[in-house]
């Protein structure tokens, strides 16, 4: 039944796409058999999620074959004169060997094996699919919402300081380093929660079944529920309503000194110099290209996400994934693709996501639907006081800013103390036995 909810959405999604002239998820993704994809990264990462219910020698042959037949798609394409474009040289290999997974299920697999094979296949199709189904509702977000709240959000964070403003120049500051490191740690997100599936995932080909929660489940709902509120609050981020679209990097980014002086569609050319000005904010018209992706910040939810997922892992892992949260951090409002509001209604997001997967694996007992609602109801308040409330936000900062600080700080207490309450005890020990008096 998921499965055929899913397969309906990618239709539906793939018919709304078509609409305004650009193919959609489906289309996009079967070009990828044959073409150069946009990412090989996240081809391998999806099959190395599918290879977690193979046995050793298995995945050695599958990775084998994936390597194999990327170097004849590469000698083709070099034979042919293919350019690449804006496409990966590699990756074609990693969808045919899952591909072929699939048919080997279908074909060669029986009872419990085929199943737990096609689950592993659906997991690495899954996440392929979510990275198409992303692209494709950006996409809609620019071509749907011609008019974007960011003066709204920009002036509610008048309340938390501007951080995206003072973020921006301690990245500039910090040069090519500061600037190649954030770069990459925003862009590789994905490899990183592979990383921390895998390591939940590691006992599946022994056990032959998978965990009851892991962290592609959270991050896949994430992906799937976060872009309608893009639709429903359309801001596009400080970087762009208030600066070039450049990313302010002179010397370090090698776009940014073909980009004009300013944004058409901007303000004015403020960021991350001049704080926004405290002007009634009113819905300003944007361009039909810029994504409305900032509210909330995914990239932020996901971040948290993994945070989350790596806190039962060794040191390095848990080390690895506080890393990963701050850095995330600070190349959302370094590079000025959100505002601070937006990472504060992200981590609230993804805490109110997990909740629910948590308390429906638990038959949404008490604890569970308080949180879930404690998280929505706090989200939901988030919402509608960055858009009916920013300049009461703005003129009372030292009052709304620890109020909103607040407000996260509840949603992570309860789910801290929910999550502590679900997880099983120490079984205690049997209480010894009081020897009797033997009757003489």
Known sequence: MTAVAVFGFLIALELAVRHYGMPGPITTQAREVFWPP???????????????????????????????IDVVFGLVRWAAGIELGEGHPFGNGALWVILGCAGLALTRRTGPERILLLKGVGLALILMAGRKTGDAWLYLTSRTRPMVLDQYVATADHALGNPSWLAGRLVTASGSIGFNVLDFVYGQ????????????????????????????????????????????????????????????WEGISLWAPHMPASAPWAVADLWPNTPSPLNPPHPMPFDE?????????????????????????????????TFWLVATLAATLGFGYHYGVDLIAGVVFTLTIEGALRAH????????IQLVAHGSTVFAALLLSYRWLPVQMAAHPWLAGPLLLLAMGSVIHRYVRTGTSWEPGPASAPKPSTPQPELI
């Open 361 to 368: 694996d638990r038959n949404w007992d008490r604890s569970g």
């Open 289 to 321: 290209i810029t994504p409305r992706n900032c509210m909330p910040s995914l990239h932020t939810a996901w971040a948290t996400a993994i945070f989350i997922h790596s806190r039962k892992g060794p040191r390095a892992l848990r080390w690895a994934g």
């Open 38 to 68: 946009k990412s090989g990264g996240l081809l391998y990462a999806s099959m190395a999620l599918m290879m977690v219910v193979l046995t050793w020698r298995q995945r050695f042959l599958a990775l084998g074959a994936a390597i194999g």
């Open 189 to 248: 997100l994905p490899v990183a929660a592979v990383v921390v599936a895998l390591y939940q995932l590691r006992h599946v080909a022994t056990e032959r079944r998978f965990p009851r929660h892991h962290l592609v489940r959270t991050f896949l709902t994430i992906g799937l529920i976060g872009p309608a509120f893009y639709l429903i609050f359309p801001v596009v981020g400080p970087v762009f309503a208030y600066g070039t679209g450049a990313e302010h």
